[in-house]
């Protein structure tokens, strides 16, 4: 099981206000568990949540923004791994030309 930390934990340990993290979770922004009734973040969600809540707090990014920074970060990630793939691809058919026929 992943290793998790309750949505009042982290309300209290981040000092972020409770709609903001009930609005990342309404955007699918966070994708939160629940047992006993009881919401969790696992961990690997915090660097995201850290990340959220600076961009909302620092930098007065409401939601709409968060959502849109969010995914232009995403799509530009992809986007350099597609060109790390097809970089590499191409390495190969250099190699290829060079070799002696």
Sequence with gaps: MNE???VEEIIRLYKIDYTFLDQLIDSELLHPQTENSIR????????HLERFANWHYDLDVNL??????HKL???MEELRNENRRLLQN?????DWEDADL
């Design 64 to 69: 709409p923004g968060i959502e849109i920074i």
């Design 40 to 47: 969790y973040i696992v961990y690997e969600e915090l660097p």
């Design 4 to 6: 998790r930390i309750s």
């Design 90 to 94: 191409v390495s190969k058919y250099e």
């Design 73 to 75: 970060l995403n799509q």
